[in-house]
């Protein structure tokens, strides 16, 4: 990474200009609608938290050189301009206290797309020197060891053995010709090893043909969450590498939403390519197993489950309505938030605010929106499908002192597989 | 100085075609301003269309989700009431059906007068809470800006010029009317330069943004 300027932050501001952002602009009359979608603002009711206002930065530029009165008032010597010091002073609404869940983008009444504009942003913070520690540090993990966590092959090594011990399934390693790539994230492999249990059970009951790949194992992207075109770029090329040195036909994002939409929505662009694969999250894929009457279950969880919908797979993916047929199979009594899918509440650590430290109180305070969601429905267990929204909800739970555990969809579907015998 | 009369005539002559000159001059370089900064190939494999759910979402914006409206109620009624309002009384009180007859050879059924009058007195009703609310909700204090109150008055004058002609309120009617005129010469002037375009650009920014989601396969 080379020197960071403010006109370099202004240039990538300038490159990222595009016709849904001159229109989203225009149309802006500041209601203030989008502040009430936001978990940071409504649990913090500061009105600096207002996503449109976040955008400020973005703003100023669009109008002074994309549009003929700003130029105009710029000739005359009026009008704000975008300084070192109004980006430092944005860096903590544009990182903290946003996690590009997308609901205001869903709430606007004139349709303004602000998440999508939030990514555009971070790309000039990033260029211009302004963006968290935290996820500069996971930046450079992510390029120098291939984890944003620093993690290495040999620490996910011992857990594959541990899962064949545990299993007596061989875990397969860079098969060639397989028909999925699966790829973890760090955090999935630290926290939830279960994870790599349940699919290699449930892989081996539904007869599929997979495998990870030790060039590269780590499916999130650290560039796509600080806003680097360029770091993005060089993580979802080496997942593409390893998918067509293997010769897959889709690769299977993890339980994680951040990674299934810097896969499935961003990584193309990033490379500027099409890829010679499919992408699936694991939800997809499991959905389709149990379509094609090959995930043989049986009993039922028969406690009150809710469920959370990351946003990244419900409101950004679509990934809606698979999750709850897999419900379905597993769970008799469950029960949806008020408010899901693809109005769901962000958990409030998505986006970045999980790898910076910084942001750790507004983290907290925007959970609190997620903590009133669970107490209006009183589930017994949430259940959801992205390890980071899992740790949040963990720690959330715990920090208000709420025991309500949280499980992972992929390993409740595994633990009621019926035995391959009994499945004919 | 020039009487009533000559000023009337001034609004509805000279006036008139310098507003519809700046409005039709200025949108289009609006427009073209934003059309000509296109948009990038997008190389990931689409889940769903772009032109329909891009449609959809034009006209599904103009009714909030449940979550929202129970959240801004006073919003979401306040605002759309005097929206309503103001284009009801436009494009159906009985003159401006006339005016559009005589300018573009197209009518409709008009509103009997009282019906637009009472249209006109919750309109301006409404134009003032949503000032009062301005001034006074925290996230609208906070984000309004000197042009937000600007566009207020130029919006709140047409109406309260109409209301007090029709009325006869201020005499004589050739004054009143005249300024009626003139106030909606300043809003069309206005349009251009200001987040009075979201007119019409709310339109484009609906359709993009229905058309980027529901490229993922969400109806947004």
């Known amino acids: 990474m080379s020197e960071f300027t403010l006109e370099r932050g202004l240039q990538a501001l300038r490159e990222e200009m595009d016709a849904p952002v001159a229109a989203f602009f225009s149309s802006c009359v500041h209601c203030g609608l989008c502040a009430q979608a936001c978990p940071f603002f409504v649990e913090t009711g500061d009105p600096k938290y207002t996503p449109i206002h976040k955008l400020e930065p973005l703003r100023i530029l669009w109008e002074n050189e994309y549009t003929l009165f700003g130029r105009i008032k710029g000739l005359i010597g009026l009008g704000e301009r975008v300084t070192d010091a109004m980006l430092e002073q ?311 002192n709420m025991d309500i555990p949280v499980v992972g969809l992929t390993e409740m579907i595994a633990d009621h597989l019926v035995p391959k015998t009994d499945a004919r | 100085m020039i009487n009533p009369m000559e000023f009337l005539l001034w609004t509805k002559g000279p006036m008139f075609d310098v507003a519809v000159a700046v409005l039709a001059l200025g949108l289009m370089v609006r427009l073209v301003e934003i059309f000509m900064l296109g948009r990038a190939h997008n190389y990931a494999e689409a889940r769903g269309g772009q032109l329909g759910p891009g449609l959809k979402t034009v006209v599904t914006r103009f009714v909030p989700d449940p979550g929202t409206f129970q959240r801004s109620t006073f919003d979401v009624i306040v605002g759309t009431l005097w929206h309503v309002g103001f284009i009801a009384v436009l494009l159906l009180f009985i003159p401006h059906v006339e005016l559009i007859k005589q300018t573009f050879g197209v009518a409709w059924p008009a509103l009997p007068n009282p019906v637009s009058d009472a249209i006109t007195a919750v309109t301006l009703a409404g134009l003032i809470a949503g000032l009062v609310h301005r001034l006074t909700q925290p996230v609208k204090r906070f984000l309004s800006t000197p042009q937000d109150y600007l566009i207020w008055v130029v919006t709140f004058l047409p109406v309260l010029t109409g209301y007090l002609a029709y009325h006869r309120l201020i005499g004589p009617y050739p004054l009143i009317l005249g300024a009626h005129i003139l106030s909606v010469e300043l809003l069309m002037i206005v349009l251009p330069f200001t987040k009075l375009t979201h007119i019409f650009t709310a339109f484009i920014a609906r359709w993009y943004n229905g058309a980027t989601f529901g490229r993922k396969g969400v109806q947004s």
């Open chain 1, 90 to 400: 944005w860096e903590p609404l544009l990182y903290d206290s946003c996690s590009m869940c997308g609901r205001c983008s869903l709430v606007c009444p004139v349709g303004n797309d602000i998440q999508y504009m939030i990514r555009k942003t971070r790309e000039g913070m990033v260029a211009s020197g302004h963006s968290p520690e935290g996820l500069i540090a996971a930046s450079v993990r992510a390029i120098n060891t291939g984890s944003p966590m620093g993690l290495q092959w040999k620490t996910l090594e011992v857990q594959i053995r541990h899962v064949e011990t545990a299993t007596g399934l061989k875990v397969p390693l860079d098969q060639s010709g397989a028909d999925y790539l699966v790829l973890l994230s760090s955090m999935e492999i630290i926290n939830f090893p279960e994870y790599l249990e349940a699919i290699t059970k449930i892989f081996d009951h539904a007869g599929v043909s997979w495998t990870l790949s030790q060039d590269c194992f780590e499916a999130t992207n650290a560039g796509v969450q600080i806003g680097s075109k360029d770091v993005a770029a060089t993580l979802v090329q080496r997942v593409v590498d390893a998918a067509v040195k293997l010769g897959v036909k889709n690769v299977i994002s993890p339980e994680c939403g951040h990674a299934y939409t810097a896969i499935r929505w961003e990584g193309p662009n990033a490379i500027q390519r099409s890829y010679p694969f499919k992408v699936f999250h694991i939800i997809e894929v499991l959905d389709q197993l149990r379509a094609e009457g090959r995930l043989k279950t049986g009993g039922k969880e028969m406690d009150r489950l809710s469920m959370h919908d990351p946003c990244n797979l419900a409101r950004k993916s679509g990934v809606i309505d698979e999750q709850r047929r897999l419900m379905d199979l597993v769970a008799g009594n469950f029960v949806d938030l008020k408010e899901h899918g693809k109005f769901q509440w962000c958990c409030g650590a998505g986006g970045g605010v999980s790898s910076n430290e910084r942001a750790e109180e507004l983290k907290m305070a925007a959970f609190k929106r997620k903590k009133a969601q669970i107490e209006e429905v009183e589930p017994e267990r949430m259940v959801t499908m992205c390890a980071t929204c899992r740790t949040q909800l963990e720690e959330g739970l715990e920090e208000f």
